[in-house]
């Protein structure tokens, strides 16, 4: 649960773009944003790798990425989120990034 919401708040920061990594339905490649969390009692670290449209300063979106994860999780689940990391595994021109949100089955 952590996981999938640290992943669905980094999609609320300006910049950060859905991704898909491989071919449809392969298996292989990733789909960003994708997080990763570790909980112990009320204590927790995350991991986001996220994909940045190509204009935006990839350093300003890790750094709103990370506030937003940190705050915004810490105040739904009551858990003192320690640290955030924020990797940006893809970098987008605005040829590849889409601009609607549907899902398709091939």
Partial sequence: VLER????????????????SGPPLSGL?????EASAESAGERVR????VAVRWETPA????AAVREQVRQRLGA???KSVDRVDVVVGALLPPS???TDDTRRVL
């Fill in 29 to 33: 490649g990733s789909d960003l944003p």
């Fill in 76 to 78: 739904v689940t009551g």
């Fill in 59 to 62: 350093h300003e979106v890790a």
């Fill in 5 to 20: 919401l640290a992943a669905r708040l980094a999609l609320e920061v300006p910049g950060v773009v859905r991704h898909s």
């Fill in 96 to 98: 590849r990034v889409r």
């Fill in 46 to 49: 995350v991991r986001v790798r």
